[in-house]
């Protein structure tokens, strides 16, 4: 049973700023951190049976969530990456993998939630930050709206989830514009998406309004849809997206032949 609840970053995100006249903003609440673990998975919950992203305990920068290896199909477009952002930090598996992978890249993960922060650190085993990694507690839609993001990322991976995990907390067109902005001209954005949820028109419209182009990857475990954007339209040549796929396997052991699989059968 969906069970409809205010997210609160979306609340927090859209709520306008204060005036002298105003009340003192509140602290925001924020859905409890919880763990779990199962057959050498550790699991992250924000108080809910919803799983909010995982790692494999005995390889904790491997991408142990399907849809999460499938956040990296950018890379069949990008092969060196210079400035790479996560939006949304879960267990920190896309943003660990991308540090261990690139080590050309300056990498960036936003997150609103200090005690996700605290959790990677303590549980997930994310990195301290240095001169390539950078985790910024703040929200979202400020940060692609920073004029000092703008044209600099090369590629752009959004897993905006709140405690029911049913759909981004963040899903409008101007929010997708403002991603948009932040992409260099061959950037490539990868949004993980709820197929069996009306947030999922509503992403796709929202992201096609403000993306040349935009594709998406077979759903994956229960719902999950990774929706694939560029900031200028692409070609999708099999043949070249099947060699490139046969790079990736051999250097990251991803699953990048079924990507090419999903895409080019559709």
Known sequence: MLIKRKSIEKEES????????????????????TLSEFDG???????????QGAMRIRKPNWPELEYAQ??????LWVEQPQRIAQLGLGTGALT?????????????????????ITICESMFKLPPNDDRLRVLEMDALAFVN????????DA?????????????????????????????????????????????????????FAFA????????????????????????DADGLQARAVQIV?????????WVKGITTK
């Not at 963040?170 to 260099?184: I, K, R, V």
Request: with cysteine; hydrophobic share 40%.
């Open 14 to 33: 859209s709520r306008p700023a204060s005036t002298p006249a105003a009340k003192p903003a509140r602290k925001p609440k924020y859905a409890p951190v």
């Open 41 to 51: 998975v550790r699991y992250l919950h924000f108080g809910t049976e919803w799983v």
């Open 70 to 75: 499938q956040m990296m199909s950018w890379m």
């Open 96 to 116: 660990k993998f991308c540090y261990a992978s690139f080590p050309q890249a300056q990498v960036t993960a936003v997150e609103l939630n200090p005690s996700v």
């Open 146 to 153: 920073d004029p000092a993001n703008a044209g600099t990322l």
């Open 156 to 208: 752009l991976q959004v897993d905006l989830y709140d405690a029911t995990a049913r759909g981004p907390v963040l899903d409008t067109p101007e929010f997708y514009q403002s991603c948009n902005a932040c992409l260099t001209d061959d950037g490539v954005m990868t949004v993980n998406l709820f197929g069996d949820h009306p947030s999922y028109a509503r992403n796709l419209k929202a992201m096609k």
């Open 213 to 236: 182009q935009v594709i998406c990857l077979p759903q994956v475990h229960d719902g999950n849809v990774v929706a694939i954007a560029f900031k200028r339209a692409r070609t999708i």
């Open 250 to 258: 051999a250097d990251t052991k991803l699953p990048a032949k079924s």
